[in-house]
């Protein structure tokens, strides 16, 4: 692994760099390295130099450069990761995919399209929904979030709940090794039952392993009918209970967003929606199915289960406007927590659904012990949360009660049968904690894979794995 961050890159190697991607895809000035050295997180280090290639064979070049060098790379999208996953923390190259952002082909009669990694997820939604088709997967941040980062990460959002995470779509990977071989890996096929599942192994693997440069994704047929249902409680707790309840009927809702009501005041300020400010929490229901009837029927049973666990009321969306304006108003969370304090630290741990009402009774007595104000929401379908703390950086003794709040927020997770991240990935934020999380022994052979895709330890190095120094 690499260790430190080099101080200059020699003259020769920008003057390769430019030989590759030419000079206006090779960037060195100062205000260039200062935009491409943070991402969602409040964490920040400049590159060296940053690239921004076309295709697979002008990454193959800037690698094997990088191999023959020995300059960290730092592959990223959109940069709306949030945990720090690409951040040039070691410098070097930053190496950007936003040039490679072409939909290739949308192919009805195998239900997948073949894309870039440079392609926002919305747009890519968009343009599938156009010929009946649907691609699940919805990262609160797919307006701004490119596919390769969600592959990266392995995200989900709230239809994860029926639907999946990107990994159950990721049917074929074009991938750049570290050394700067070019590997596909999968095909158009639904059922591969050939060699080991490699494709899944870059998935998840936060750009450690290689760079995926051309996705293939499973499609599925766009419901033709779907209902959102606000459901308000008094309590956090009696809102987890309905989730258990809910799924234990059989019923399968296509979301079931959590919200507190910090977070419900937080949302109201920034973007009124009619939310219940004097609720103690709500949960917001996406219900899709093929028959209309059947809708309905499953609206009211989930209706139902809420009013027997409490709910103080249940509201079902009138109109696709205001589906939207209730949604819109679940992907305003961030940007309305980040309102309150100066800043935020955003987390997603995940434990069974089972664990979470105990969860949300933990992060409570965190919240008061550490006098911090921790809003909740998430996907409590399937039982991701995100755990705000807002805070002020320039409060050194605050930062040190965030610390040690988060910790006992990832050991809870872990102590409930959980782990440290559902969708955001480790990157540099948990990387420390991954021993706690896996244990030695998987650590260990993950260490062992990285090293044999990435022998020079080039790769996004300093990211996921421990290396004993917290870097927030």
């Known amino acids: 692994m690499i260790e430190g961050k080099p101080k200059t890159l020699p003259p020769e190697v920008i003057a390769a760099l430019q030989a590759i991607t030419g000079t206006e895809r090779t960037l060195t000035s100062p205000e260039d390295m200062v935009a491409y050295s943070y991402d969602a997180t409040w964490i920040e280090s400049p590159p060296q130099v940053v690239v921004l290639p076309k295709n697979a064979t002008e990454i193959s070049e800037v690698l094997k450069l990088a191999n023959r060098y020995k300059i960290p790379v730092a592959p990223r999208g959109a940069g709306s990761g949030l945990s720090g996953g690409s951040v040039p923390q070691q410098g070097g190259i930053a190496l950007a995919l936003t040039l490679m952002n072409r939909i290739l082909e949308i192919d009805t009669e195998n239900s997948v399209a073949v894309v870039e990694p440079g392609v926002i997820t919305f747009a890519l939604q968009k343009a599938v929904e ?20 969600n592959i990266a990460e392995n995200a989900g959002g709230a239809r994860c709940l029926k639907y999946g995470v990107t990994s159950d779509y990721v049917r074929a990977l074009e991938v750049v090794l570290p050394t700067g071989e070019i590997i596909h890996t ?63 009927s059989g019923l ?31 949960l917001l229901f996406a219900l899709d199915s093929n028959y209309e009837q059947i809708l309905l029927s499953e609206t009211e049973a989930v209706a139902q289960i809420c009013r027997e666990c409490g709910a103080t009321s ?97 050991r809870l997770a872990i102590r409930l049968g959980g782990t440290l991240s559902g969708e955001h990935g480790i990157g540099l934020l948990k990387k420390e904690f991954m021993l706690e999380a896996l244990g030695a022994e998987q650590v260990e052979l993950m260490r062992r894979l990285k090293s044999i895709f990435d022998p020079n330890g080039i790769l996004n190095s300093g990211k996921l794995f421990p290396t004993g120094e917290n870097s927030w």
């Open 314 to 410: 249940v509201r079902v969306a009138a109109d696709d406007s205001e589906n939207d304006k209730l949604w819109e108003a679940r992907r305003a969370i961030s940007p309305a927590l980040a309102r309150r304090r100066p800043n935020k630290l955003g987390e997603d741990i995940s434990v069974p659904r089972s664990a979470l009402p105990e969860l949300v009774r933990g992060i409570g007595e965190i919240s008061e012990r550490y006098k911090l104000p921790i809003p909740v929401f998430g996907h409590a379908g399937d039982g991701n949360l995100h755990p705000n703390m807002l805070c002020d950086r320039r409060d050194p003794q605050e930062m040190e009660r965030v610390h040690a709040a988060a910790t006992e927020i990832f």
């Open 186 to 248: 999968g095909g158009k096929m639904v059922k591969i039952a050939t060699g080991y599942n490699l494709r899944h192994l870059f998935v998840g693997a936060e750009g450690t392993l290689g760079i995926v440069t051309r996705i293939t994704l499973k499609l599925i047929p766009l419901p033709k009918y779907k209902r959102t249902a606000l459901a308000t409680f008094p309590t956090v707790e009696s809102a987890s209970v309905a989730v258990t309840q809910i799924m234990e």
């Open 130 to 149: 156009k010929v009946g088709l649907f691609y699940p997967p919805d990262p609160s941040s797919l307006k701004q979030s490119a596919i390769g980062g």
């Open 252 to 282: 399968l809702p296509a979301s079931i967003e959590l919200m507190d009501n910090l977070t419900i005041r937080c949302v109201e300020e920034f973007k009124p929606a009619g939310l219940p400010l004097d609720a103690g929490a709500l």
